[in-house]
């Protein structure tokens, strides 16, 4: 079976220097702001993975022209309004919640009718979050059940809104950025703390977004722009992508690991605050700022005990891709470990609580897992020796390479379907992994 990856062996120890590819976030807000620069922007480094592909095939589709050769894509923006298409426009966001919300977000003044349809996994995903505010902006939204497909025609009468963001979605907060950047007058926005790489940008490209940091909230005025210039930019490495490697560290005796050139976003590294506080070493070098982004080289080397956490929700957002690996750390760790608060992690590309707390239990670890919450009953001498089938699980690329980590940390026999999933996020994935296997 091509799509079938069987891991039989635990990795042995380890010292590696590796590189992973671009970040996800920062390759699908990069193809956007592009597409609305007047002239050339150029990306090295660009992530070529399904959801970043889908952007630019969207964006191909509203009039742009783009070139690929390599990683180093150009993308030849007409301006703000410089979109070109024909009526009954379908944009086809494949797999990507962060290029269907956030496209949307620029359709708000759109004169014809566009429609944003999925894959299975995003057309059980919640789009109600995004067509709210954007009503309110004045555009026409259709939508089925709160999920794709969404049709949205926009109106040239927009209305600035205040709105208040109150799931932490980074994706809903881009979203109305978006739309506020074609809308006259200011809006306003209070948003609960997520990752801010569309802030950043529009800081950068010197746009009318102000953000004053509170506690537990940002509050962020966007007026109308009026030109976005060209973006020339090298994408850092992703540290959702990362995370894999630096749990395979972690839970690997006597390894080490150095990640180059990692985006190290404050609002993207839950995963290294909670796995230092559950006693794994993990050391930022060569810290340096890039276009408003931090980036440093990650340095891990593996724990010789795991602790227990019960992790601070304050971590959640900064962390939310990352929970399923980070529950391996804890299937390892002495006690019991505690994540609250993450009704958010079932709205991902499958239900990640209840899919990481069966992954656990098909691993022989108890948890007791509610809406919101899971315990994880740790076992520092976890060994697996039996056969785990993994499939049906909506091709989500983080369960797989999750399961993967499993079985060379664990041991046991794997059986994962959908090896595909990967190119999603992280194409490369297997071909790095294989430098691990010697
Ligand atoms: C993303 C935001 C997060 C994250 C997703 C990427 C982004 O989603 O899970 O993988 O690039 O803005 P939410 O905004 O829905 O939390």
């Known amino acids: 079976m091509k799509n079938l990856v069987k891991?039989?062996?635990?990795?042995?120890?380890?010292?590696?220097?590796?590189?992973?590819?671009?970040d996800k976030?920062?390759?699908?807000?990069?193809?956007?702001?592009?597409?609305?620069?007047?002239?050339?922007?150029?990306?090295?480094?660009?992530?070529?993975?399904?959801?970043?592909?889908?952007?630019?095939?969207?964006?191909?589709?509203?009039?742009?022209?783009?070139?690929?050769?390599?990683?180093?894509?150009?993308?030849?923006?007409n301006g703000l309004d410089g979109y070109k298409?024909?009526?009954?426009?379908?944009?086809?966001?494949?797999?990507?919640?962060?290029?269907?919300r956030l496209i949307a977000g620029l359709f708000v003044d759109s004169l014809?009718?566009?429609?944003?349809?999925?894959?299975?996994?995003?057309?059980?995903?919640?789009?109600?979050?995004?067509?709210k505010p954007l009503k309110k902006f004045g555009?026409?939204?259709?939508?089925?059940?709160?999920?794709?497909?969404?049709?949205?025609?926009?109106?040239?009468?927009?209305?600035?809104?205040?709105?208040?963001e109150d799931r932490g979605s980074a994706q809903c907060k881009s979203s109305i950025i978006f739309a506020a950047l074609k809308t006259p007058g200011k809006t306003f926005i209070k948003a609960k703390k997520s990752r801010n790489h569309t802030e950043l940008l529009c800081k950068y490209l010197k746009l009318p977004v102000k953000v004053k940091n509170e506690k537990k909230y940002d509050i962020i005025k966007v007026d109308?722009?009026?030109?976005?210039?060209?973006?020339?930019?090298?994408?850092?490495?992703?540290?959702?992508?990362?995370?894999?490697?630096?749990?395979?560290?972690?839970?690997?005796?006597?390894?080490?690991?150095?990640?180059n050139n990692v985006n190290i976003n404050p609002s993207r590294i839950g995963i290294v605050k909670i796995l230092k506080k559950m006693g794994v070493k993990i050391l930022f070098k060569n810290k340096k700022k890039y276009k408003g982004e931090l980036i440093a080289d990650i340095y891990i080397s593996g724990a010789k005990k795991l602790k227990s956490i019960n992790c601070?929700?304050?971590?959640?957002?900064?962390?939310?891709?990352?929970?399923?690996?980070?529950?391996?750390?804890?299937?390892?760790?002495?006690?019991?470990?505690?994540?609250?608060?993450?009704?958010?992690?079932?709205q991902k590309e499958s239900p990640r609580l209840r899919w990481g707390s069966k992954i656990l239990n098909m691993m022989g670890i108890k948890t007791i897992t509610t809406k919101n919450s899971i315990k994880i009953y740790g076992n520092p001498d976890l060994k697996i020796n039996k056969k785990i089938i993994i499939k049906d699980y909506l091709k989500d690329h983080r369960v797989f390479m999750t399961s993967v980590i499993a079985g060379l940390s664990f041991g046991g026999e794997w059986h994962l379907y959908d090896k595909d999933s990967i190119k999603t996020s992280f194409p490369k994935f297997l071909n790095i992994i294989n430098r691990f296997k010697k």
């Open 7 to 22: 891991i039989k062996n635990k990795i042995g120890s380890f010292n590696q220097k590796i590189s992973v590819t671009g």
């Open 25 to 77: 976030s920062l390759s699908i807000r990069w193809v956007l702001f592009a597409s609305l620069a007047s002239g050339k922007s150029t990306a090295h480094n660009l992530l070529l993975s399904e959801d970043v592909l889908a952007s630019i095939n969207a964006v191909k589709k509203l009039g742009i022209k783009v070139k690929l050769k390599k990683n180093l894509c150009t993308i030849f923006g």
């Open 85 to 100: 298409y024909s009526k009954n426009l379908v944009i086809n966001a494949k797999n990507s919640g962060t290029l269907g």
């Open 112 to 131: 014809h009718k566009i429609k944003i349809i999925g894959d299975k996994s995003l057309s059980k995903r919640d789009f109600s979050r995004i067509s």
């Open 139 to 164: 555009a026409n939204i259709d939508l089925k059940n709160k999920s794709l497909p969404l049709t949205i025609l926009g109106t040239n009468n927009l209305k600035p809104i205040k709105y208040f």
């Open 224 to 259: 109308q722009a009026k030109k976005i210039k060209p973006l020339n930019y090298k994408i850092p490495s992703d540290i959702s992508s990362s995370a894999f490697f630096i749990v395979l560290t972690a839970l690997t005796k006597n390894s080490s690991l150095l990640i």
């Open 312 to 346: 601070p929700t304050k971590w959640n957002s900064g962390a939310i891709d990352e929970f399923l690996i980070i529950f391996l750390v804890a299937a390892k760790a002495k006690g019991i470990s505690y994540f609250k608060d993450l009704a958010e992690l079932n």
